[in-house]
């Protein structure tokens, strides 16, 4: 691995996988794969720090969901239970 980086904004990390063409990191199971495989990726953007992909948020006419959101988050949601 060449270099490993945690952005803390989404544009952060959309800049970084630009400039290094890198690997993203979000839990941890395509690079435990990739490794099996003797596969090591130059530049790794774990995107686990970033609130946005982990937060449900609520509109007027819709409900977001961040990718990072967990089963249990959403099965505890008080927005998706309602």
Known sequence: ??????????????????????????????????????EMPGTIVDVGGIRDLCQIKETEDQVIMGSGVTFTQAETSPIIKK
Request: aromatic share 6%; no cysteine.
């Open 1 to 38: 691995m060449e270099a490993y980086f945690r952005p803390g904004t989404i544009e952060e990390a959309l800049n970084l996988l630009a400039e290094n063409k890198g690997k993203i990191l979000a839990g941890g199971t395509d690079l435990i794969l990739d490794l099996q495989k003797k």
